[in-house]
């Protein structure tokens, strides 16, 4: 009877202590302990916060883990897990760049904000490209392919395509290497080569390739090698013809 009146009105008064607060402060015990509570109705969501923080380590880690891993950790059914791949996935959206609004790329750095978001919490490779105007404005990102670890692969009408229909003039191109550095391997300079010469015919300029790993990025280009290999390999391609 004693632990029941103690826990009495804890909810409305954890609710109301975030509202007050307008979030601030807000241990992430408490904000999963709070998420917990539209899925799960009379159980202590406390503890079971507890238990997701100690399966993943953190409250990113919870949000980007897989459905089937969230299921596993005590007390989280189907609609736990459904509710936390939803938030999780509806923040990543909301993160991702409003192509509504005027956004200008003035270098890589501004490239690289861009691109972040579609590779937060990625577990498999992704390969994203970004298409930009005369004046270097944005038009729009797009996924051209997904694959499993180490291994991307996409369509290549679908970056020609893309590249007309946007009228771009400019490319930008993005990869992730999961659990991996993001230094750029041989096989990347071989990719950035070839997306050169597959968008020269209709006059698009592909100004870099960024490569994501562990929250860092880096370019292609940055590699000390990059622009000796890329010309050898531009040598070969018209000798071949």
Known sequence: MGKENIHRGHRQRLKQAMLDSDFNGISDINLLEAVLFYSIHRSDTNEIAHHLLEAFGSVQAVFEASYDDLKKVAGIGEHSAFLIKLIGKTAKRISSVDTKKAVYVKDTNDAAQILYPYFIGEKDERMVAVFLDSQNKLIRAEVLGEGVVNSVSFDNRKLLEGA???????????????????????DDLRLTQAVRELLRPIKVCLYD??????????????????AKYLSVLERKKREDN
Not at 212 to 224: I, K
């Open 164 to 186: 007309i229909h946007t009228n771009c003039a400019t490319v930008v191109l993005a990869h992730n290497h999961p659990h991996g550095l993001p230094n750029a391997s041989k």
């Open 209 to 226: 390739h960024l490569i994501y790993a562990d929250g860092q990025w880096r370019c292609v280009s940055e590699r000390a090698d990059a």
